[in-house]
């Protein structure tokens, strides 16, 4: 989490932290950072000082700050925050920032705060002792006994479940449990999962004579053939399933997600390699899961020629079964035969065509080949309550498989489906017993599902989202179209001293831009309010260069993005939504 380069835990966290989260919250904050490298298999790597809230007030490189900024004081009387402005030379860019979180009295720590955060973390280091399934030493045995249970496209946020199994069928490295779950909740408020088959478990001895008492409120409830572990907010929780007198059943690794999914050409790189690309490695597939993997590919009306085939033509090669059924027709299955003919697929229109590969049994796949636009022909609508179910809001296809449309609702509960003007065609409605549509969550779809519900709280344009690029599970998602409305969001970043003074500007359809002067050279920036709270973008961990032109996705408190502009001039900064959570960025010249 943190290492004698750049900033303490401490530090770094006070960027992401919420400028109103109150002292207590950001040292539980800590506390649940902390406990994700002891709790996990392998060797911690931890600096000295973090478990008593270490700060070098802020200084990411400290080699040449000397002891008044290294200080490391294990009486606990101070963490050493805000003890001075760091040295310009290494945290110049972020110097605005340093010195409004220095100035917040939320991130002022005393002795009582780092004696309790020295306490905890020291409860979760005699569990990790005490425990040999949280130090397993051999790769098959985190393969065989260590899973995840909160996760796919529906998980919720905020928290990690992992279970270490050593129950029955299993060597039993631990006599004392069966099984081990740990619950990381890092949302504001508290959370409960659900995992098929647990049974039997109980909060930590350790935990349930914690000085922390908000996680002594741990628990888990039995159900019907599953259980529920219940934690309050900002905690870690361990559980056990205590063994008895002889090994009992644990936990399974792939109770939630079934076995593991193993990629069938393993790193081997697999293309449709034809006519449509000069027979070369041009389209390769990207792999999906569950022994899939696809590729899209803009082909004009013909006939062309073609195999599925990796870059040597011999560890992957596959075709027709022979060359009296080479044809392959679009939306139907065609199985391959390894060193088989080439194949030949009509396109009968201009368009995009994924070419679905299902690799589930890798000696005989089949291929599927379908127009990436799935109603070509044929209007879709959101009808409901807000249009009397009319043929009124028409869903716009945006490529990708993806529709949207916009649509201007009043505030209230508004029932709908997505539907043709046939009502047969297409006819999609709820994929769960739950009909509800929260705003900005995706919701599984199925055919002649149940009427849908959504309730807006505002009168307000709303993007609906219909995503068919897994046919076999349709989503919807619903967005205020406007999604910084109410707030003001600026690039803030070297070119302006960070401050708030380039302001994006809503220009319709989920889109905010500003026009930037810059000088050529690197530019560091985010995409924030004026609390750096309301809104924080920036980029994906280790993706941080934008490049001219080039769509880039943000990351909610993500690190600094950098744009190096090739000449001086005016460049645009593009963000688009609809969603508030997951922004895409363009930077592009103006003259």
């Known amino acids: 989490m943190s290492k004698h380069d750049n900033e303490t835990l401490w530090d ?95 991130s002022a720590t005393s002795m009582s705060e780092i004696e309790f955060a020295s306490s905890v973390f020291n409860e979760f280091l005699s569990i990790r002792k005490s425990s040999p399934l949280l130090r397993l030493t051999t790769e098959q045995d ?76 741990a628990s888990f409830s039995q159900g019907d053939g599953e259980g529920t572990f219940n934690v309050p907010a900002y905690t870690t929780a361990v559980f056990v399933k205590a063994q008895g007198d002889t090994q009992g059943e644990g936990l399974s690794a792939t109770a939630t997600a079934g076995a593991p999914d193993v990629v069938p050409f393993g790193s081997t790189q697999v293309f449709v390699r034809g006519g449509m690309n000069g027979w070369g490695e041009v389209d390769a597939f990207s792999y999906i899961g569950a022994g899939e993997y696809r590729v899209a590919i803009t082909l004009a ?65 089949v291929l599927t080949v379908y127009n990436q636009e799935p109603f070509v022909g044929t209007p879709i609508y959101i009808r409901g309550g807000m249009n009397g179910w009319g043929e009124v809001n028409e869903l716009t296809y945006m490529g990708g498989s ?69 046919r076999n599970e349709p989503t919807l998602t619903v967005n205020k179209t406007e999604m910084f409305a109410g707030n003001t969001v600026y690039i803030r970043g070297g070119m302006n001293g960070w401050g708030e003074v380039d302001v994006l500007t809503y220009q319709g359809a989920s889109v905010y831009s500003v026009d930037i002067a810059l000088v050529a050279g690197n530019n560091e920036f985010k995409v924030a309010t004026a609390d750096w709270s309301t809104v924080d973008f920036g980029a994906i961990a280790g993706d941080e260069v934008v490049v001219e032109g080039a769509t880039k996705t943000l990351a909610k408190k993500g690190a600094n993005l950098h744009f190096d502009a090739p000449n001086d001039g005016v460049y645009r900064f593009t963000i688009s939504g609809p969603s508030s959570d997951s922004l895409s960025l363009v930077v592009s010249s103006v003259n």
């Open 301 to 365: 009306a013909g006939d062309y020629e073609f195999k599925i085939a990796s870059a040597d033509w011999s560890t992957v090669d596959f075709g027709a079964l022979s060359g009296d059924v080479a044809g392959v027709d679009e939306d139907l299955a065609e199985p391959l035969a390894a060193k088989g003919a080439n194949m030949i697929f009509s396109a009968t229109t201009d368009a995009t065509y994924v070419f679905s590969l299902d690799a589930s049994d890798k000696t005989n796949p």
């Open 402 to 470: 993806i529709y949207q449309s916009q649509i201007r609702v009043n505030a209230g509960t508004h029932e709908f489906k997505v539907a043709s003007a046939d009502w047969s065609t297409v006819d999609y409605g709820s994929g769960e017993a739950d009909t509800s549509v929260i705003l900005a969550e995706p919701k599984l779809l199925a055919v002649k599902g149940s009427n849908l519900n959504v309730t807006f709280d505002s009168d307000a344009e709303y993007t609906f989202t219909f995503d068919m690029s897994n």
């Open 12 to 106: 770094i966290l006070q960027y992401s932290n919420d400028e109103t989260l109150s002292l207590a919250s950001r040292v539980r904050v800590q506390n649940i950072a902390a406990t994700i490298p002891l709790l996990s298999q392998g060797i911690p790597f931890l600096q000295m000082g973090g478990d008593m809230l270490r700060s070098k007030s802020m200084d990411r490189n400290s080699y040449d700050s000397g002891d008044w900024f290294n200080w490391v004081d294990f009486t606990k009387g101070s963490s050493n925050w805000n003890v001075g402005l760091p040295l310009k030379q290494d945290n110049n860019a972020k110097m605005a920032q340093i010195i409004k979180a220095s100035g917040n009295p939320n």
């Open 142 to 217: 985190i393969i065989d006994r260590v899973g995840f249970h909160n996760i796919g496209k529906r998980q919720t946020q905020g928290i990690i479940v992992m279970s270490v199994d050593d129950g029955s069928g299993l060597t039993d490295i631990d006599p004392m449990v069966d099984a081990m779950v740990v619950m990381i909740n890092g949302s504001s408020v508290a959370q409960s999962h659900t995992v098929a088959t647990a049974s039997g478990f109980s909060l930590h001895p350790t935990l349930i004579n914690s000085i922390d008492t908000q996680v002594q409120s």
